[in-house]
């Protein structure tokens, strides 16, 4: 079986968020970028499936700017085999929407003929959570999200989901997409012989044009602004203070 | 303009509040008519008509649409579509699941998490977990849209809306439910609960929860967690507060042992009252906190619990 795991180039985890003063949106030059975490760990279930002989291919995909194929070599070098770049952006700004990459995915689908998709459940910056979804709604296949266990059984996989109220688990038919939430798996660091052994292995590169799919946004952005700030109250200095502080807000 | 809002049924039960608080976020946009979908979901549809703004509500009964799978729940939506301009749910994992599904059968784009309606086409949704709000205008002929309810007071009661029965469609058989486990708690559920005392990393184990707990019943509260304490074990994913697990705005949340990463921030800081309990001073969580107190939580919070109430 051959798993397809799409990945995104987003601002590292850890950078702090800095609104552009002009209000068009989230300042990225200059600013370290990383995979997003969940397609992280997307990654890392893909290769784990391989290992234990589940999957015989693990492919990365990225949809986005050129520089998204640092985010590939990311992929390769933790273990995927091979890499496709789907060029379809100049400007590092420039966010492509889920439906877009759903459907350019949809295309990679059509001609990898993967058994599994594994996705993150959302990128940290757009926060959407949509494209797994939408992916699945365009094949026709099932879906699985927020996965915090994934077992691929021959025609099925059971999955366990985190829902709302604690945990569900469903059998979905194959092939199928999983999106993955945060306690599926830790994911591994790539070393430092497999990140050299990554710049050899193949990585594709196209467009989005070569796919026949319009990236237009649907959604266009009128404004970009810093949430409203919440300013520091008081430090009480025992529990008795703060019982009576409470009591004199009507908290209590 | 008319808007088809998915309720949320949990077990043929109607989730009223996060439901009601949807409703009151739709309102504006045109009248609302209730999908109430399950493999029973008429119970929920009669709730659903008592509230303040429903115009209409549809009773889809069908043991392929129980546990919300969301194949067969995305089809029934997708055939309803032609009469609404809005389809709209609160922003539930259940919705999640099923929304952006909807909108790419429809060839639309979802609009997740919406904070505010600014007119039909233009809704404000935070993003890069809560540090930038973003203002986007939708081009799209129908708009896929689910509400954060946390930003959206509930509607009120005392409507009484016609309810029709509608059949559900073709299940496509690509998934079936296994098992829930959810947790079963006679504390108020999180999401829509007035108090929230949530615990983090420096509770330091799950035994110790078990304070951060008493201090919660005292106040008949619920409980949160951040994700540090989850993943470290401590508490349960379904308590987890933050931008990768519920957002909640309650009248006062109590944060103990807490640091206040941005991802934890951005769970809860539109809560009313925000008290932070830490031995570390210059935890940022005291940043955003009305009340703080620097304090070996071991010993802060049992005495809070007994002088409470």
Redesign the interface.
């Known amino acids: 079986m051959k798993v397809l795991v799409p990945v995104k180039r987003v601002i590292d985890y850890n950078v702090k968020v800095r609104v552009k003063a002009d209000g068009s949106g989230v300042d990225l030059a200059n600013v370290k970028m990383s995979m997003n975490p969940f397609d992280e760990i997307a990654v890392e279930e893909a290769i784990r499936l391989k290992e234990a002989g589940k999957a015989d291919e693990v492919v990365a995909v990225s949809i986005g700017v050129k520089q998204a194929q640092e985010t590939l070599r990311t992929a390769l070098a933790m273990g995927a085999d091979r890499a496709i770049l789907v060029v379809a952006a100049d400007d590092v700004h420039q966010d492509i929407e889920p439906l877009a990459v759903a459907k350019i995915l949809a295309k990679v689908v059509e001609e990898e003929q993967p058994g599994l998709v594994l996705a993150g459940k959302q990128a940290i910056d757009n926060d959407m959570n949509a494209t797994g979804q939408m992916l699945s709604a365009l094949l026709g296949w099932s879906q699985a999200t927020f996965a915090s266990e994934v077992d691929i059984d021959g025609d099925n996989a059971k999955v366990t989901r985190e829902v709302d109220g604690g945990l569900q688990t469903i059998s979905v038919k194959m092939p199928t997409i999983v999106t993955v939430d945060l306690r599926l798996n830790e994911p591994r660091y790539a070393s430092l012989p497999n990140i050299m052994k990554a710049k050899k292995k193949p990585l594709d590169e196209k467009t989005a044009a070569d796919y026949g799919v319009d990236v237009t946004p649907r959604l266009t952005v009128v404004e970009t602004k810093e949430p409203e700030a919440r300013s520091a109250g008081i430090i009480v200095g025992s529990v008795d203070e703060l019982v009576t502080k409470l009591k004199e807000a009507g908290a209590v | 303009m008319a808007v088809l809002l998915l309720a949320e049924v949990?077990a043929g039960e109607l989730a009223l509040d996060a439901t009601a608080k949807a409703v009151s976020a739709a309102k504006s946009l045109g009248d609302v008519t209730v999908l109430a979908a399950g493999a029973s979901a008429a119970a929920a549809g009669e709730a659903a008509a008592k509230i303040d703004g429903v115009a209409k509500v549809l009773v889809a009964e069908d043991e392929s649409l129980g546990?919300r799978?969301?194949?067969p729940t995305?089809a029934l939506i997708a055939s309803l579509a032609g009469d609404y301009s809005h389809i709209v749910a609160p922003a539930?994992?259940?919705a999640?699941?099923?929304?952006?599904?909807?909108?790419?059968?429809l060839?639309?784009?979802?609009?997740?998490?919406v904070t505010a309606v600014v007119d039909a086409d233009?809704f404000e949704?935070?993003?890069?977990?809560?540090?930038?709000?973003?203002?986007?205008?939708?081009?799209?002929a129908k708009k896929v849209i689910s509400f954060r309810t946390s930003t959206f007071d509930a509607a009120g009661e005392g409507g009484s809306a016609s309810v029709d029965t509608i059949s559900a469609a073709d299940n496509?058989?690509?998934?079936?439910?296994?098992?829930?486990?959810?947790?079963t708690s006679d504390r108020p559920e999180l999401?829509s609960a007035g108090v929230v005392v949530s615990g983090g990393r420096g509770v330091g184990s799950e035994e110790d929860f078990k304070i951060i707990e008493a201090l919660a019943d005292k106040?008949g509260a619920a409980v949160g967690a951040s994700?540090a304490a989850?993943?470290s074990g401590f508490a349960?994913?379904?308590w987890q507060v933050g931008?990768?697990g519920?957002v909640v705005a309650p009248?006062?949340y109590i944060a103990v042992g807490i640091s206040g990463a941005i991802q934890h921030l951005a769970g809860m800081?539109d809560s009313?009252?925000?008290?932070a309990i830490n031995k570390d001073?210059e935890a940022p969580i005291?940043?955003?906190?009305?009340?703080?107190?620097?304090?070996d939580l071991f010993q802060?919070v049992p005495?809070?619990t007994e002088?409470?109430?």
């Open positions: 949990n546990h799978l969301a194949e995305a539930t994992t259940d999640k699941n099923i929304l952006p599904r909807v909108a790419a059968l060839d639309v784009m979802v609009i997740s998490d233009t949704r935070p993003i890069y977990a809560g540090n930038a709000i973003q203002v986007v205008k939708s081009a799209d496509p058989g690509l998934s079936s439910w296994v098992e829930d486990k959810l947790a999401t106040l994700r989850v993943d349960p994913n379904d931008q990768t519920k009248e006062l800081k009313k009252i925000i008290v001073e005291f940043q955003v906190a009305d009340y703080g107190l620097v304090a802060a005495e809070l002088k409470l109430g």
